[in-house]
């Protein structure tokens, strides 16, 4: 079984479309800025990667992740072709905070909070006309759990096309949370290296359009997805297991009908951790063993920013364009990589170029939630 990818629609700090995301990732373009959304003087940390669209830097505004979720929904139903009416299409979406960034300006500020609009579902109604709307808090692989219950719904004939999306912004509660879990406050993501000093947030939407691949192909296909794996390994509510995480890796390989040998392109969780890269580097070499230097390896969160619910369909989308056009995006950051990581292929300095077929797709969450995504070029 496998599923046809029609539809794309992403917004980032590094582009507002999955077109200009793409190019300025290739570019080594990042939306590492000083943080804009609130009173830097209250943390020691001073670095995000966020959507620069505030009137005033300092000064934020409610509903920005629904915002950007019907701004992603909307881009993937019209390259789709599916126009704004999608009242006959399931939309499932994953999430770390939903609209918690609302709440925190209500609860500080007095900004005025409609409860019902801390919910997808209404602002997915009104503009869409959708009747079924899922959401799956996740952490860091929602959108992928997301992209795994869409495919159920099209297995099981509940549905001919479903949307999977994914959506985080920057809350100041947790980028407080995020600074003072690390020795020392983070400044920039940089994956795999051995001087990273933690993850730092950033913005983004993601979604992308499915269908059965019952080979009656409907316009445009972007790619195939073969397989999602997941597993929650409940090892630790905040340490990984690299254990959980290779086995989230070898049930994706079995039920896309791939071996180590057939991925090409490895799009790594890449937080820039201290626990986190070790364990996700342990558990791809245990995977790949003699195989690990094959596949191309990059971890965007370098530029993008840790996108929290969104990165794993901001993930997934980049696979995608990367194998149609034969570039990969390179890790900025990275000039000592990890013992762990011996032997990767890492894509650094600037884009690679070479011809591709299939792409592994990682997103690892709190408590253990893994989700591992292989996708296939349409050609």
């Known amino acids: 079984m496998s599923w046809l990818v029609g539809g794309v629609g992403a917004v980032a700090g590094v582009g507002r479309d999955p077109r200009e995301l793409f190019d300025g990732l290739c570019a080594g373009r990042s939306a590492h800025a000083e943080l804009r959304g609130f009173d830097r003087s209250r943390y020691a940390a001073r670095y995000a990667y966020e959507i620069d669209d505030r009137p005033v830097p300092g000064a934020d505004v409610p509903g920005r992740a629904t915002k950007w979720l019907l701004e992603a929904v909307e881009q993937a139903a019209r390259d789709a072709g599916l126009g704004e009416d999608l009242s006959d299409v399931p939309v499932l979406i994953g999430t770390g905070l939903r609209e918690l960034r609302s709440v ?31 959401t799956f808090a996740n952490a860091c692989s929602a959108s992928l759990y997301a992209l795994a219950m869409g495919t159920d719904l099209l297995e099981l004939g509940e549905a001919d096309t479903v949307i999977a999306a994914g959506v985080d912004v920057l809350t100041e509660s947790m980028y407080g949370l995020v600074e003072r879990v690390h020795p020392v406050p983070p400044d920039r993501v940089r994956p795999f290296d051995r001087d990273r000093t933690g993850a730092v947030m950033g913005d983004g939407a993601a979604a992308v359009v499915l269908r059965r691949d019952d080979g009656n192909r409907r316009g445009r296909a972007h790619g195939r997805l073969r397989a999602v794996g997941l597993n929650c390994d409940a090892h630790h509510a905040t340490a990984p297991d690299d254990a959980g995480i290779a086995s989230a890796i070898r049930q994706a390989h079995d039920l896309a009908g791939m071996k180590p040998k057939d991925i090409d392109l490895v799009m790594l969780h890449g937080t820039g951790t201290l626990l986190n890269d070790e364990a996700e580097a342990t ?56 013992e762990e990581a011996a032997g990767f292929r890492f894509v650094t300095g600037e884009e690679a170029v070479g011809e591709m077929s299939v792409a592994q797709i990682n997103a690892f969450g709190f408590g253990g939630i893994n989700a591992v995504a292989v996708v296939e070029a349409v050609r």
């Open 104 to 134: 925190e300006l209500w609860w500080r500020d007095g900004t005025p909070l409609d409860a019902d609009r801390l919910h997808f579902d209404r602002a997915l109604r009104e503009r869409f006309d959708t009747t079924a709307t899922y």
């Open 283 to 338: 558990a791809v070499a245990e995977v790949f063993g003699p195989h690990v230097g094959r596949p191309l390896m990059t971890a965007i969160k370098s530029m993008t920013g840790h996108t929290s619910g969104a990165s794993g369909l901001i993930g997934m989308i980049t696979a995608m364009r990367a194998l149609e056009e034969g570039r990969v995006p390179p890790t900025l950051g990275l000039s000592h990589p990890v």
